[in-house]
């Protein structure tokens, strides 16, 4: 399975956003993750459609969208229309998930479903046929700069076990909290795809990219 790293453009510098875009991309960063809050889900509201759609040309790269929002499968479409390649809505956000599943499926794009901490893994075993990724937070969503939730190795590894007994190997993604540091312990616990914020858009992003990407063999 392939690792593959999203940086996390909340973290970025938004005065020069489209600069440090092309930079994780030309670092190699295969990703842009590029998360949606609606101060309802979550308690922050952080960007949509506008800012996605002014700074979709500035890369080709894949990108990577996070849904925070309640009720997501009235936004898909508009979401595909801005330039999104990946969205991930959150399981506990959505009154009939598989049928956001299929609505994102419906305009060709890929559909991630995302667990929050204390959301049970076992959860998502109605839809791992259908959906592309999983996304098991490492934090609370809604904020960048947090650490990493330790408990949620755990559900890493419960995830990955899950698909296994099926026989798939659809891509887990983590997110919240990922350094240098903790990096190695969520690939181990079978994770493969990295979203990061923080740890990569603060100090020089080349460089953070690099080590990332080296330590990820990717
Ligand atoms: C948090 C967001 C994350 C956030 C991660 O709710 O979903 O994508 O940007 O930021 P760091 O890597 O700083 O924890
Ligand atoms: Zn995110």
């Known amino acids: 399975m392939k690792n593959i790293l999203s940086p996390s453009i909340l973290a970025a510098d938004f005065k020069i956003l489209g600069q440090q875009i092309k930079d994780v991309d030309r670092a190699g960063a295969q990703y842009l993750h590029f998360d949606v809050m609606d101060?309802?889900?979550?308690?922050?509201?952080?960007?949509?459609?506008?800012?996605?759609?002014?700074?979709?040309?500035?890369?080709?790269?894949?990108?990577?969208?996070h849904l925070?929002?309640?009720?997501?499968?009235?936004?898909?479409?508009?979401?595909?229309?801005?330039?999104?390649?990946?969205?991930?809505?959150?399981l506990e956000a959505a009154e009939d998930p598989a049928a956001?599943?299929?609505?994102?499926?419906?305009?060709?794009?890929?559909?991630g479903m995302a667990i929050k901490p204390g959301t049970d893994v076992k959860e998502l075993l109605p839809y791992l046929d259908k959906v592309d990724m999983i996304l098991v937070m490492t934090v609370e969503p809604g904020f960048g700069g947090q650490k990493?939730?330790?408990e949620t190795l755990e559900k890493i590894k419960s995830a990955r076990e899950?698909?296994?007994?099926?026989?798939?190997?659809?891509?887990?993604?983590?997110?919240?909290?990922?350094?240098?540091?903790?990096l190695n312990e969520v690939l181990e616990a079978g994770a493969n795809v990295i979203v990061a914020g923080s740890s990569i858009f603060i100090g020089d992003i080349a460089s953070n990219v690099t080590q990332f990407l080296g330590i990820m063999g990717s």
């Open 100 to 111: 956001v599943i299929d609505e994102i499926h419906k305009y060709g794009k890929k559909a």
């Open 68 to 90: 925070m929002i309640v009720d997501p499968i009235r936004y898909i479409k508009e979401f595909v229309d801005s330039g999104a390649d990946i969205i991930t809505f959150h």
């Open 162 to 182: 899950l698909l296994n007994d099926k026989g798939l190997d659809t891509d887990i993604q983590v997110d919240g909290g990922i350094t240098k540091d903790n």
């Open 39 to 65: 101060g309802v889900f979550v308690p922050s509201i952080s960007f949509g459609l506008p800012v996605l759609k002014s700074i979709r040309s500035a890369s080709d790269i894949i990108y990577d969208v």
């Open 148 to 150: 990493l939730i330790p």
